[in-house]
């Protein structure tokens, strides 16, 4: 009698497991069918943990992973009836096939799960790659995360392709950057220079993260590691100085400046930017030869050209300054400064009208070009760009 009821427990203890496994059947033939509601119902009663008769099948490597692949089957759905059965059906699948993994400790299923997390790797990759291109960048973090976090799987990751994705690192570090996100930015664009991966522009977005959590100190330090090694990267160059002008450290920025004026003296940035760090301190000389210099590079340089206009100008509008203090008998004095203030704005008045060539629409030239007219006297040319204006 114990016998036989010993046999009774075990038939219907056997017959429960078939039966939730017969459920994980099912979901794979409706999905195969395309019937993915009934699928993910059918799934879902196998893997509930509320549900008494899904104890075994919970357990079962095969559920999750058949879980898995009916939410990667809903992902790929053209049909939108389908859409409202998973928030994110790609995190589901992942989630699910990982379970499987975890669960799958024989490695019965470890060459199928291969496969379902390697397809998976390439709908997360177009997945990120589209939400990146739609700026949403927390979403194209995720999934580079995710395919990281599948690529270090002992399953897909075997001794004869143990290599690093390193492209998806570094894509972690500029979603995780965009996603203003800056420490896991730094952790994996550190990882992709270490790896060797666009190292130089690694570094450049490693010094603007940590700029951008105000930590100047580290993003300084940085940039000099950079420039060690890639001493000619005119965009680690244009980093450093950019930061030491943000920081108001305007002579590290002039001899950063000197440096790089020698390595690309074609490049007309580094003039007029040390042009006007002169100009700022009243350091006229200096920015007038550097401006000078920016227009032996480019001779219709609007900035250039415009900026040596300004400085003769004032220097004129400085005499007349000077003569209003002279005293009422002293006019060969005052007719001295007169004449002088002419002499310099006759000298502002070629870099005036440059700049009036290259932009006639521009009101603030035309505005400084009407001044330079009226205070030579030249009525004609003073009442025609006051007709424009």
């Known amino acids: 009698m114990k016998q036989l009821f010993i046999t009774i427990a075990l038939v219907m203890v056997c017959h429960a497991l078939l039966a939730q496994k017969g459920q994980v059947t099912k979901a794979v033939t409706y999905k195969d069918s395309g019937e993915l509601e009934k699928a993910l119902g059918c799934i879902q009663s196998a893997t509930d943990p509320a549900n008494e008769k899904s104890a075994k099948s919970v357990s079962w490597p095969r559920t999750w992973q058949v879980q898995g692949e009916i939410y990667q089957a809903i992902y790929k759905s053209a049909d939108k009836k389908y859409g409202t059965l998973s928030s994110d059906p790609l995190t589901d699948a992942f989630d699910s096939y990982k379970k499987a993994v975890e669960l799958d400790i024989k490695n019965r299923y470890g060459k199928s799960l291969k496969v379902n997390l390697v397809l998976l790797v390439n709908d997360l990759q177009s997945d990120a790659i589209n939400a990146y291109n739609d700026s949403v960048y927390n979403k194209a973090l995720t999934r580079f995360e995710q395919i990281l976090e599948i690529n270090e799987m002992p399953v897909v990751k075997d001794d004869k ?3 690093v994705d390193t492209a998806i690192v570094y894509n972690c570090g500029l979603a995780a950057m965009n996603a203003r996100q800056h420490d896991k930015a730094i952790h994996y664009l550190e990882r992709a220079a270490e790896l060797g991966y666009n190292e130089e522009t690694a570094l450049i977005w490693i010094a603007n993260a ?47 400046l000197d440096i790089a004026i020698t390595q690309k003296p074609d490049n007309i940035d580094y003039y007029l930017t040390k042009g006007d760090l002169y100009n700022k301190i009243d350091d006229e000389e200096n920015a007038i030869k550097l401006y000078e210099e920016a227009l032996k590079v480019d001779s219709v340089n609007f900035i250039a050209l415009y900026n040596l206009g300004v400085i003769y100008y004032n220097r004129g509008v400085k005499q007349v300054e000077l003569a209003a203090d002279v005293p009422v008998n002293d006019q060969e004095a005052y007719k001295s400064f007169i004449k002088k203030s002419e002499i310099w704005w006759g000298k502002s008045l070629p870099y005036m009208e ?8 521009d009101e603030v030239i035309r505005e400084s070009l009407k001044n330079v007219y009226y205070r030579l006297k030249m009525m004609d040319k003073y009442k025609e760009i006051q007709n424009k204006l």
Do not use: F, G, H, W
């Open 354 to 361: 440059k700049c009036y060539l290259i932009n006639p629409n």
């Open 210 to 256: 940590y700029e951008s959590e105000q930590d100047t100190v580290k993003a300084l330090e940085t940039l000099q590691k950079a420039l060690l090694k890639y001493q000619n990267d005119e965009r680690i160059m244009n980093s450093m100085i950019q930061i030491l002008l943000n920081l108001n450290r305007r002579d590290e920025a002039i001899q950063y």
């Open 161 to 163: 392709d143990a290599l």
